[in-house]
């Protein structure tokens, strides 16, 4: 989430849990679960939670798991 970090706080775009969780094609409670384990860095706002669109694109990119390609020695 290190560009997030860089960029001023009024720039940075907040994703709901329902946003995330459609923009991952998960549920809502996958979202919640990867939030809780730390996996995904939200914040809380009232008794809701915020996740920088940054960190999903972070998040997805770093978990893509290439399937069917040769990996070479």
């Known amino acids: 989430m290190a560009s ?5 706080l009024n ?13 991952m094609r998960v549920s809502k409670m996958t979202v919640y679960r990867l939030v809780h384990s730390g996996h995904l860095p939200a914040i809380r706002v009232g008794r809701s939670f915020r996740v920088p ?8 990119r770093e978990s893509y798991v290439g399937v069917g390609v040769a990996e070479s020695a």
Do not use: G, I, M, N
């Not at 997030?4 to 001023?8: D, F, G, L, V």
């Not at 775009?13 to 923009?23: H, K, M």
């Not at 940054?54 to 998040?59: F, L």
């Open 4 to 8: 997030s970090e860089t960029r001023p």
């Open 11 to 23: 720039e940075v775009v907040f994703l709901t849990v329902a946003e995330v969780a459609s923009v």
């Open 53 to 60: 669109e940054q960190a999903v694109h972070d998040y997805l």
